[in-house]
Structures are given as structure tokens and as C-alpha cells.
């Protein structure tokens, strides 16, 4: 089973979500929630909400179709940041000149699934 929860037109700079994504990538979702609650960066509070959502979604989905949800199994399969629009805005400079400023925006997606539905990657250690 897999549950999917996207955030966009988020307020925080893509550089700085990346950041904060990938401290999470391919831990199990309680784990997660626990790393970003207690993580210092500004991003964290909104891909808290955001797993926690997928979470959700999850559960909702296993309700759906029947199937048993424990959220100890699982696993954020995938996480990744997209660039949203930019907002741009003018500050007045010295002589008359105006200095542009711009505020980025995130879409943040994060995909959740079971670990059992995970696909089995390859070492790579006997391919060297």
C-alpha cells in the first residue's frame, strides 16, 4: 500500500526543505516525526504536518480497501522538493535605485509506503 501527501506553494526556500527532506528519506514514519520534531530548522514544522498527513492518508486508504495499518511499517519511500513560483518584491536602495528581492516557494511531496511493498534494491558492493 502506498499513500502519497504534497505540500505546495510552501513559504520556505527549496535549498532549505532539501535539507530538512533529507534527514527523513527512508526512515519509517514514526521514526521521522520524531527527527523533525525535535530538528531546528524553520522547514521542519510544515513536512511534519506534511508526513503526518501522509500518515493519514495511509490509514485512510488501508480503511478503504480493507487491509490491516499499523504505522510502525511504514517507510518513506520517496521525498523530494520541487521549485515552486517566485515571489518578487522591491526594496528602495540608495540614490533611487530599487534592489529586487525574491521569496521562493516549495512543492514538497512525500510518498509513504509498507515494508513490504518496498522495492528490493541491489547492493552495489559486487558490482565494483
Do not use: C, W
Amino acid at each position: 500500500m502506498e499513500a502519497k501527501a504534497k505540500a505546495r506553494y510552501l513559504r520556505v526556500t527549496p535549498r532549505k526543505a532539501r535539507r530538512v527532506i533529507d534527514l527523513i528519506r527512508g526512515q519509517q514514519a514514526t521514526e521521522a516525526l520524531a527527527v523533525l520534531k525535535f530538528a531546528e530548522q524553520s522547514a521542519s514544522d510544515p513536512i511534519y504536518k506534511l508526513v503526518a498527513s501522509g500518515i493519514a492518508n495511509a490509514r485512510v486508504k488501508a480503511d478503504e480497501e480493507g487491509v490491516a495499518f499499523d504505522e510502525n511499517d511504514l517507510v518513506i519511500s520517496e521525498a523530494f522538493v520541487d521549485e515552486g513560483p517566485t515571489m518578487k518584491r522591491f526594496r528602495p536602495r540608495a540614490q533611487g535605485r530599487a534592489f529586487r528581492i525574491e521569496k521562493r516557494t516549495s512543492h514538497v511531496t512525500v510518498v509513504l509506503a509498507s515494508g513490504d511493498d518496498l522495492p528490493q534494491r541491489k547492493s552495489r558492493k559486487g558490482n565494483r
